[in-house]
């Protein structure tokens, strides 16, 4: 930090000053010069598109079975080729694709809504709450995360799909009519996203934190409090707003992150399960094949890191266009 | 200080007991009973309720959770009920744990061996285009997932690479259905060299943080101004301030040895803690399943103990109330 001295000869007035730019302009001149990042944007939202627009870009439902081709190699007709069951695995990737969106989106949304605000409590108010919220957290860190996620999802899977498929029954829902609209396959989702967002939140909770407990001995809050604030009116446009970088930053590795827990939970064979089509139980069918057809694990397995990896490079683009301390 | 680790104990039964009574509940509650998984789908509702009472699961939950408490303070991990009836829990992990510690030790020391240096480096060379590339390597570890990668490395190593085959070295190079010959044999290669990477990166990545910290520092300013060797400037001054991050990591990297890596040991057929995790869960023997559960977090809350108290060996200025 220099300190500058004006020169007396040159007068600062609101006319001699460079033209004044938004934050959002610095935020993008800043992120830009990351090429990773840049490129990793494009990935995302390629992510994001399949996942949306599943059924006009897929050339197959991903659950169809042509059992007159079964085990090709890629063709023009199946540009991946087909698995033993006839399926063509280019639609099954990227139907994987909205499985990744739905889950991913879900569960960061899920941790936002827990962490942030228990984050935010226990950051400003402090003492017994603080206290109170992070022996909850510290409980879950404990748990072996992956084994624990594991153990949830088995545990719930069996009465979340009795849930489902009872409800689709009184509603009198048909199950397997078409591509997309068996509502039982709902319950993987929920399974996942549950197990996920459980040991999800404390990670953002504490980071909330960590940022509300910085924040509120600045010189601002104090200020904000003198001027007779209230404590919701300086958490959400004094606090929230300071320690919104880091959370960014938290929301795109998370997805990321969440996404890569999705497929390690389908690859075990407890997420995701078939006939619906995730990147993780793609590679787990095809395990067998390796040797003779690598492609059909080495596709998908390259999806799952590229994707991941644009997630991680776009938290990285962010957080060094969102960190002042960062030149 | 002792008043602070006196503390830290007594809050040590209180998250055990709550990690126990959370996995128990859902051991026990939720749907697809032990016993009917036994006995197989098709089996008659007597028998089912007499193994269910046999085995003590029609109990109510506090009789069960004292029972189940009261015998594991004595070292008692009642048996395996589905998976491997009649076996002791304690016997089962016991066979387990060296292979997952083993070769999860290698992986730690690898990542220690090649994460700091690379830390380091990358630190030190601050923006310059091998800080770049070292970063770039460092983020790609740790997002690659380890059953993506495995496969495109068994596909090079035992099918393209032709001097590396099962011949070579008169032993599977952990090939699913796989085999096991211990941390120091071929088998333990593949393994290894998917699961170092993660630890590489965040020893690498944790390092050049600190260090970038640290050598931002006015003391390293006074020490290269006094004339210093930039070597022992970076080792002796910087290094040491940004030791402490790294201690956590070693430690709670430790804590990991024991839980295993249940992908990388699914993926190459490693007898491992993690195999036994997931094989339990499908099968839903909880005895394994709660046993696994309470070992993890009983060393993962110890470690986290002692790396809080290894930070005042490092860092005298830090005091505990």
Not at chain 1, 119 to 135: H, L, N, P, T
Request: aromatic residues 10%; contains cysteine; hydrophobic residues 50%.
């Amino acid at each position: 930090m220099s300190a500058t001295t004006a020169t007396p000869t040159r007068v600062i007035t609101p006319d001699t000053l460079p033209p004044a730019r938004g934050a959002w302009h610095e935020f993008w001149r800043r992120f830009r010069r990351n090429k990773r990042a840049v490129v990793s944007v494009f990935i995302i939202l390629g992510v994001f598109a399949s996942g949306i627009f599943t059924e006009e870009l897929a050339p197959y439902c991903h659950t169809a079975q042509n059992l007159r081709a079964v085990d090709q190699a890629p063709s023009l007709a199946h540009p991946l080729g087909t698995d033993n069951l006839g399926r063509d695995l280019a639609s099954r990737i990227i139907w994987g694709a909205r499985t990744a969106v739905i889950v991913s989106v879900t569960v960061v949304v899920l941790n936002l809504l827990i962490g942030l605000p228990l984050g935010a409590v226990a950051g400003y108010y402090g003492g017994r709450i603080d206290s109170a919220i992070m022996r909850v957290a510290d409980f879950l860190f404990a748990f072996p995360d992956l084994l624990f996620v594991l153990f949830i999802a088995a545990t719930i899977r069996p009465s979340v799909i009795k849930y489902i498929s009872d409800l689709g029954k009184s509603y009198g829902l048909k199950r397997g009519v078409n591509c997309a609209a068996d509502y039982v396959a709902f319950a993987d989702f929920i399974v996942v996203i549950a197990a996920l967002s459980f040991v999800g939140w404390p990670g953002l909770a504490r980071l909330v934190r960590g940022q509300f407990l910085q924040l509120r001995e600045r010189e601002f809050i104090e200020s904000a409090r003198a001027t007779g604030a209230r404590d919701l009116r300086i958490i959400f446009r004094h606090l929230l707003p300071n320690a919104l970088p880091p959370i960014i930053v938290a929301i795109s590795l998370g997805m990321g992150g969440a996404i890569l827990a999705e497929t390690s939970l389908s690859f075990l064979g407890i997420g995701i399960q078939p006939p619906n089509a995730s990147w993780g139980s793609t590679i787990d069918d095809n395990y067998l094949f390796w040797r003779t057809r690598p492609e059909m694990i080495i596709v998908p397995g390259a999806v799952v890191a590229i994707v991941v990896l644009a997630f991680n490079f776009l938290g990285d683009g962010l957080n060094e266009a969102l960190n002042p301390k960062t030149q | 200080m002792t008043a602070y680790i006196v503390r830290r104990l007594f809050w040590y039964p209180i998250l055990l007991f709550a990690v126990t009574t959370v996995t128990l509940a859902l051991g026990l509650y939720g749907p697809g009973d032990p016993a009917q998984v036994y006995l197989g789908k098709h089996s008659d509702p007597e028998t089912v309720a007499r193994i269910r009472a046999e085995w003590g699961l029609d109990q109510p939950f506090q009789v069960q959770l004292f029972k189940y408490i009261a015998d594991a303070v004595q070292g008692d991990f009642h048996e395996s009920l589905v998976k491997y009836p009649g076996q002791k829990v304690t016997d089962l992990i016991a066979a387990r744990l060296p292979v997952t510690v083993s070769l999860n030790a290698l992986a730690l020391a690898l990542g220690v061996l090649f994460g700091v240096p690379l830390g380091l480096v990358s630190a030190v060379r601050h923006n310059r285009s091998l800080d770049h590339i070292i970063t770039f390597g460092v983020i790609s570890a740790v997002a690659i997932p380890v059953f993506a990668v495995s496969p495109f490395l068994q596909w090079i190593f035992a099918r393209e690479l032709p001097f590396w085959t099962r011949d070579t070295f008169g032993v599977t190079i952990g090939l699913p259905p796989g085999g096991w010959n211990g941390v120091f044999s071929a088998s333990a290669v593949l393994p290894a060299m998917v699961l170092s990477p993660g630890y590489v990166a965040v020893f690498a990545r944790q390092t050049r943080a600190g260090m970038i910290e640290a050598l931002a520092q006015d003391f390293i300013r006074t020490a290269r101004a006094k004339g210093l060797v930039e070597s022992l400037v970076v080792m002796r001054h910087a290094f040491r301030n940004a030791l402490i991050p790294l201690v956590t990591i070693f430690g709670l990297g430790l804590a990991g040895l024991v839980g295993g890596a249940i992908i990388t040991e699914t993926v190459f057929g490693i007898p491992g803690i993690g195999l036994l995790t997931v094989d339990a869960l499908h099968a839903r023997d909880y005895p394994i399943i709660l046993a696994v559960t309470i070992m993890v977090a009983f060393v993962y809350i110890t470690l986290n103990l002692i790396v809080d108290i290894a930070y005042t060996f490092i860092d005298p200025r830090i005091r505990y109330q």
